[in-house]
């Protein structure tokens, strides 16, 4: 049982990890501290995906589940919707090109936001 409440956990956490490389830059348009630690996250994010390479949190869920007895998919919130979220059944090598093309733009377009809003600032002080 707590096997399985680790593997669910580690499902959260990477969904949340996920949603930072994703969209964590929106929070350093407001806290410039947190680009710190998304910009290394995002690059991560992105060369996963551009190198077809598995996170480290997925075979720390499936040692949970498979301690926890091979417990199928069933019945369970995180497994029943979260999970496809981040295991979808149909990924493919052109899809991850173009998850990590698509954590690269978002990035770049907040990251360029924060950038020009960081110029105009400066150019207002003078």
Known sequence: MLDLLLADL???IHIGFVLFVVLGGLLALRWRWVSVLQLPAALWGAMVEFGGLICPLTPLENQFRMAAGGAAYT?????EYLV???YPSA???ELQFWLGG??????????LTIWLRSRNTRRGQR
């Open 10 to 12: 580690v499902v959260l």
């Open 75 to 79: 019945g369970d919130f995180v497994v």
């Open 84 to 86: 496809p979220l981040l």
């Open 91 to 93: 990924l493919t090598r």
């Open 102 to 111: 698509g954590v690269c733009l978002i990035n770049l377009i907040i990251y």
